[in-house]
């Protein structure tokens, strides 16, 4: 089981923060829809958010998003909320998914993958257009068109980026029991 706040944990939701701030600013492909990016941020979130778990993807996506934004143009708290949202719901994803020990296979991509496009479709097709509405009465059908969007490329991102970067790390670990003494 996962410790929720080790150092190990801390120091990552840190760096994790840091890092999703430098992506969510740097490396972004806009979509044509205004204020909606492709984003290489949220595929990182979900591969700490599988390694680290659901308390800390939620932090990484709150205190990363909070960070870009106040450096950036503002805080935008509905999409902020939503980033920490999808962070947990990326760690709940990976609670049978066991990267730490080598295994993310053709069953557990499958399984990460049904659930990343149903909470990337909750969040921001829904969550996060809903929060913009009442918190900053935005139009309706602008929220929503955006949101959409939003949903269609964090999946197809966490689908691609996401999994390669599961896949590498996975690699890099020693499954457990596989090393014998002879």
Aim: aromatic fraction near 10%; charged fraction near 15%; avoid cysteine.
């Amino acid at each position: 089981m996962k410790e929720t706040f080790s150092v190990k944990t801390i120091v990552a939701i840190g760096i994790g923060a840091a890092v999703f701030v430098i992506l969510g600013r740097f490396a972004v492909i806009p979509t044509g829809i205004p204020n909606t990016n492709l984003e290489t941020a949220y595929p990182f979130l979900a591969l700490m958010s599988v390694i680290f778990g659901p308390v800390a993807g939620g932090l990484i996506g709150l205190i990363g998003h909070t960070i870009k934004d106040v450096t950036t143009y503002g805080a935008w708290w509905s999409w902020i909320i939503s980033s920490g949202l999808i962070g947990v719901i990326f760690g709940l994803a990976g609670r049978k998914i066991n990267l730490e020990d080598g295994v993310f296979g053709k069953k557990e991509i499958i399984r990460f993958n049904i659930w990343q496009i149903a909470g990337n479709l909750i969040v921001w097709a829904g969550v996060a257009p809903l929060l913009d509405v009442l918190i900053y009465s935005e139009p309706v059908n602008k929220v929503f068109v955006q949101g959409l969007v939003a949903s269609l490329v964090n999946s197809v991102s966490v689908g691609i980026i996401g999994t390669l970067l599961m896949v590498a790390y996975a690699k890099t670990r020693t499954p457990k029991g596989s090393l014998v003494k002879k």
